[in-house]
């Protein structure tokens, strides 16, 4: 599997103006599973996307949870605390449902799940307000534990450094200037990588939202619910819709964009061509967005979101290669 030839760094979309460059954000929107107990990773590694047997403290995990039709029930990113439970960072809006569905299948496995979100409280760290890394690894998904805080290193929004800071009950909040949630939320849609929410349980594949170019699959691991769907998508060379940047004025008074917005093609108004994945609010009146839609709607013609002729949409380059089908 090769990337394309067009680099990350040519495709950096414009950061908006009015962003701060740095700070610490408290993460409200998201929630954490913990999973203790010696068949943990075991259990995980059967039902998630990635291979979880890599998880360590020095190595985070982009997963997915799926359907046996390979859809999307959650995503998370998973790391290991300092005493060994794994943590599994999720849309706060699915935590619930998500955990119920996931402990029908633990079975006679030795591991316990909870919600631990009132226990780990999450942090986003940007700009200069970042930790400094222990070793020479900056690469998306790395991780390390500063101060009784795991760290995760995330990929960044455009030249913006980003990353998760994952502490406890007792491990003092990072210390730095405050970042509003909605600024963080920006970066999160810059970066390019898209978390599902309530709002799009069950609407994607795995390459529908670009995770075999993020880090957020495994080709080579054993089975786990819907790998066979994953897999046939990528092997056959069949992909057929993916995840793009999108900016969005709206003007003053107008509905604010949602999640599972349908998205319509000038080419083709009779029907949706996508969804709108997340949407973050940048400046007064503009949107960022991430959409998931067919790849012909991206080629020619207008985009419009809700309706056919509803607010346009405009796309913004990847901030990473996309991987070649197989």
């Given at each position: 599997m090769t990337a394309h030839t067009t680099t990350p760094e040519s495709l950096s979309p414009p950061f908006p103006l009015g962003l701060p460059d740095s700070g610490i954000a408290r993460l409200t929107h998201w929630g954490v599973i913990e999973a203790t107990g010696e068949d943990?990773?075991?259990?995980?590694?059967?039902?998630?996307?990635?291979?979880?047997?890599?998880?360590?403290?020095?190595?985070?995990?982009?997963?997915?949870?799926?359907?046996?039709?390979?859809?999307?029930?959650?995503?998370?990113?998973?790391?290991?605390?300092?005493?060994?439970?794994?943590?599994?960072?999720?849309?706060?809006?699915?935590?619930?449902?998500?955990?119920?569905?996931?402990?029908?299948?633990?079975?006679?496995?030795k591991t316990k799940l909870r919600d631990a979100t009132a226990d780990y409280p999450v942090y986003g760290l940007l700009g200069s307000s970042t930790r400094p890394i222990k070793d020479s690894s900056i690469a998306p998904w790395s991780a390390f534990f500063d101060s009784g805080a795991t760290v995760v290193q995330l990929y960044p929004a455009q030249d913006r450094a980003r990353q998760l800071w994952i502490g406890d009950a007792n491990t003092p909040a990072p210390s730095g200037p405050v970042l509003a949630l909605s600024d963080w939320q920006c970066t999160?849609?810059?970066?390019?990588?898209?978390?599902?929410?309530?709002?799009?349980?069950d609407a994607f594949v795995l390459q529908m939202l670009n995770y075999e170019s993020v880090g957020g699959v495994s080709f080579k691991k054993g089975c786990y619910p819907g790998q066979e769907v994953v897999a046939r998508s990528q092997f056959r060379g069949t992909l057929k819709r993916r995840a793009y940047l999108a900016s969005l004025s709206v003007?003053?008074?107008?509905?604010?964009?949602?999640?599972?917005?349908?998205?319509?093609?000038s080419q083709d108004?009779?029907?949706p061509c996508g969804l709108l994945v997340q949407a973050a609010h940048s400046t007064p009146g503009d949107w960022l967005a991430i959409v998931s839609m067919q790849t012909s709607a991206s080629e020619q013609g207008s985009l419009h979101l809700g309706t056919p002729d509803g607010g346009s949409l405009t796309l913004m380059p990847l901030p990473y290669a996309l991987l070649d089908d197989i």
């Open positions: 943990s990773i075991q259990f995980l590694n059967s039902q998630l996307s990635n291979d979880l047997k890599q998880l360590s403290p020095t190595q985070a995990r982009l997963a997915a949870f799926c359907s046996a039709k390979g859809r999307m029930q959650a995503s998370f990113v998973a790391v290991q605390d300092y005493q060994g439970a794994v943590l599994l960072l999720c849309s706060q809006d699915l935590l619930a449902a998500t955990l119920k569905r996931l402990s029908m299948f633990v079975m006679r496995a999160e849609v810059l970066s390019g990588v898209a978390t599902v929410s309530a709002a799009v349980v003007p003053q008074g107008a509905p604010e964009p949602f999640a599972g917005q349908e998205v319509f093609s108004p009779s029907q």
